[in-house]
Nanobody
């Protein structure tokens, strides 16, 4: 499985961006796809996750501002980000797991495949 993120960039506070993550390879056995972010000097943290049945979950810090979605035909994961804040500045990564797991979606260890990341800067 290969994941390629796009859509990052620089935006002023209050602005919006939409990130995309194009997946190739065998993603049919995956159960959860997620977005994580990592700011300089900080650990990678969860942002949003979506299960194979479409159930979504969000970190408290982005609830009401970010929306995760996926297009199964295009095999693409999205993250619509609105009302961006300077503290949202980070490298954003998409991730895919190998299948159903009891490990919570928030855990980095759950995911086997990661994209290269895309920079989001909010000023």
């Amino acid at each position: 499985v290969q994941l390629v993120e796009s859509g990052g960039g620089s935006v002023q506070a209050g602005g919006s961006l939409r990130l995309s993550c194009a997946a190739s390879g065998d993603t049919y056995s995956s159960y959860c796809m997620g977005w994580f972010r990592q700011a300089p000097g900080k650990e990678r943290e969860e942002v949003a996750g979506i299960d194979s049945d479409g159930t979504t979950s969000y970190a408290d810090s982005v609830k009401g501002r970010f929306t995760i979605s996926k297009d199964n035909v295009k095999n693409t994961l999205y993250l619509q980000m609105s009302s961006l804040k300077p503290e949202d500045t980070a490298i954003y990564y998409c991730a895919v797991d190998r299948g159903f797991s009891l490990v919570p979606w928030t855990r980095v260890a759950r995911y086997s495949y990661w994209g290269q990341g895309t920079q989001v800067t909010v000023s």
